[in-house]
Structure formats: structure tokens, C-alpha cells
């Protein structure tokens, strides 16, 4: 009787360990990122996850978000997103970025293209999200797919200024 109760004692035991709950899309985004982003980083409210290794792009890429979303120095904001590209060319988000301003219709669609084939390798599902929306929306003119890749951002960034 006794091997029993242990045998079941045990095996709740064993059970209550191994549970363990599993983690949302923003936590696992948030903890990759955690491990080469900035301690200091200042993100301004923009809270999206940057797909770079290279630390010093981080706080580039939010310095970027800010001048666009606050009508900031144009020259300013295109000699950073040349630098984050310099720094990083294969992060995705920096030729989206790159494009806001472009005004020559091809040079905006080879910059759209850039940023969606780089996306795709992307482990970062709210960034590789964020840039397909982009692409879709501007390039394809697919509104219901690209609402569908916002939607994606914005369940896993619901405070996210620049997913809204």
C-alpha cells in the first residue's frame, strides 16, 4: 500500500514539475530580443522587436520611428536608416524604413521587395508581420492580406504605437 501512495504522490509531483505554461509569441519575441538589444534603449513608445544582432541598430530604428511618426528632419531621418543599412544590411525593416520617403515609384518598389524577401527569413514573426503588411498594402495592393499581417502585430503588440 505504501509503494502505491508513493507511486502516486510521485507521479503528481512529477506532473506539477513538467507543466509548464506555454509562452505567448510576445514573450518568446521578447526574451530573443532581450539578449543583444541596448539596456539603455530608448524606444520613444515604439515597442516592436528589431531583427538585428548589431546592438547600436536598436536604438538607430527607434531614433527612426520617432522622426518619422513626429515629423521630424527628413535629411536626418534617411542619413539614419542609410546607417542602420550600413551597419546591417540584412535587417529588413531598415529598407521599409528607408522607402517612407522615396518618391521615385521603382526605387520605392526595389526598396518594398528588399525588405520583404529579408523579411521572410526573419525569426521575429511581429517584424517579418509588420514588413509583409507593408509590402502588401503599398506594393500588391492586397488590403485584406496586409490587414491580416497588422492584425498579427498588433495581437502580439496591442500597446504598440507603431502596430496600431
Same mark, same amino acid.
Given at each position: 500500500m505504501? %509503494?502505491? !501512495?508513493?507511486?502516486?504522490?510521485?507521479?503528481?509531483? &512529477?506532473?506539477t514539475?513538467s507543466c509548464?505554461?506555454?509562452?505567448?509569441?510576445r514573450?518568446?519575441? $521578447?526574451e530573443?530580443?532581450k539578449?543583444?538589444?541596448?539596456?539603455s534603449?530608448n524606444n520613444?513608445g515604439?515597442?516592436?522587436?528589431v531583427?538585428? /544582432?548589431?546592438?547600436?541598430? %536598436?536604438? &538607430?530604428a527607434?531614433?527612426?520611428?520617432?522622426? $518619422?511618426?513626429?515629423? @521630424?528632419?527628413?535629411? /536626418?531621418?534617411?542619413?539614419?536608416?542609410d546607417?542602420?543599412?550600413?551597419?546591417?544590411?540584412t535587417?529588413?525593416? +531598415?529598407?521599409?524604413m528607408k522607402?517612407?520617403?522615396?518618391?521615385?515609384? &521603382? +526605387?520605392?518598389? @526595389?526598396?518594398?521587395?528588399? +525588405?520583404?524577401?529579408?523579411? /521572410? /527569413?526573419?525569426? &521575429?514573426?511581429s517584424e @517579418?508581420?509588420?514588413?509583409?503588411a507593408?509590402?502588401?498594402?503599398l506594393?500588391? !495592393?492586397?488590403?485584406k492580406?496586409?490587414?491580416?499581417?497588422?492584425?498579427?502585430?498588433v495581437?502580439?503588440?496591442p500597446d504598440?504605437a507603431i502596430?496600431?
Amino acid at each position: 500500500m505504501f %509503494h502505491i !501512495k508513493y507511486t502516486i504522490v510521485l507521479a503528481i509531483f &512529477l506532473t506539477t514539475v513538467s507543466c509548464k505554461t506555454q509562452k505567448t509569441q510576445r514573450e518568446l519575441e $521578447f526574451e530573443a530580443t532581450k539578449n543583444y538589444q541596448p539596456k539603455s534603449l530608448n524606444n520613444y513608445g515604439f515597442v516592436l522587436p528589431v531583427g538585428s /544582432k548589431v546592438p547600436e541598430v %536598436h536604438q &538607430l530604428a527607434n531614433d527612426l520611428q520617432a522622426d $518619422f511618426f513626429f515629423y @521630424r528632419n527628413k535629411e /536626418k531621418y534617411e542619413q539614419t536608416a542609410d546607417k542602420i543599412i550600413q551597419l546591417d544590411s540584412t535587417y529588413a525593416t +531598415a529598407y521599409l524604413m528607408k522607402s517612407f520617403y522615396e518618391t521615385d515609384t &521603382l +526605387a520605392y518598389k @526595389r526598396l518594398m521587395t528588399k +525588405a520583404f524577401e529579408l523579411s /521572410k /527569413k526573419n525569426d &521575429l514573426i511581429s517584424e @517579418r508581420s509588420m514588413v509583409q503588411a507593408d509590402y502588401y498594402l503599398l506594393i500588391e !495592393k492586397n488590403y485584406k492580406k496586409a490587414q491580416e499581417y497588422f492584425q498579427k502585430v498588433v495581437d502580439i503588440y496591442p500597446d504598440s504605437a507603431i502596430a496600431i
